[in-house]
């Protein structure tokens, strides 16, 4: 079975322990840890240098709780980005965070990651 055609549970269940690592090595700027699961292209575009600047000057990025819901699964050519509302330990308000998964090889990936 590809991950597109799995449902949103099972898909949670692959994704809850990749969003957990990149809110904890986020919230320690763990740079390793944080790109363990990122897809080569990902990897690409997201070098040390720029993560500890985002790091730096986004309070958000370094203090995300460990509080989350999964809202739901979007399929679109080839990847499923899983929509997840999150929070912060400092910033009050809810955060809605995005992971778009895919297939690299025979391991799922990370091909996209953000939060806003």
Not at 36 to 45: N, V
Not at 62 to 88: A, E
């Amino acid at each position: 079975m590809s991950l597109l055609d799995k449902k949103d549970d099972e898909i949670f269940k692959i994704a809850e322990p990749i969003w957990d690592n990149l809110v904890k090595s986020s919230n320690t700027k763990d740079y390793g840890s944080f790109t363990k699961d990122f897809s080569s292209q990902m990897l690409y575009g997201a070098n040390e240098v720029e993560l500890g600047k985002q790091w730096a000057n986004n309070k958000l990025l370094t203090n995300l709780s460990n509080k989350k819901d999964f809202l739901g699964c979007i399929r679109r050519n080839g990847y499923v980005t899983v929509v997840i509302k999150q929070t912060s330990n400092t910033i009050p308000g809810d955060f809605l965070g995005r992971l778009v998964l895919g297939v690299e090889g025979n391991l799922v990936k990370v091909f996209g990651a953000t939060i806003f």
